[in-house]
């Protein structure tokens, strides 16, 4: 079975989100392992 790729990508506004949440220290856990995979989705800039 061939593996599918993962086109979903998050938007700007979310992965800005993201970023503030991972860059509070107070942040939890599970919101950081969140925002990390949200990030994951971007494009990559060129």
């Known amino acids: 079975m ?3 790729s993962n086109r979903e990508v998050t ?3 979310a992965a800005s989100a ?3 949440v991972l860059s509070n220290p107070k942040s939890s856990k ?3 392992s ?4 949200a990030l994951t989705q971007r494009p990559n800039k060129k």
Do not use: V
């Open 34 to 37: 969140a925002a990390g995979s």
């Open 11 to 13: 938007s700007k506004k």
């Open 30 to 32: 599970d919101a950081k």
């Open 18 to 20: 993201a970023a503030k």
């Open 2 to 4: 061939a593996k599918k």
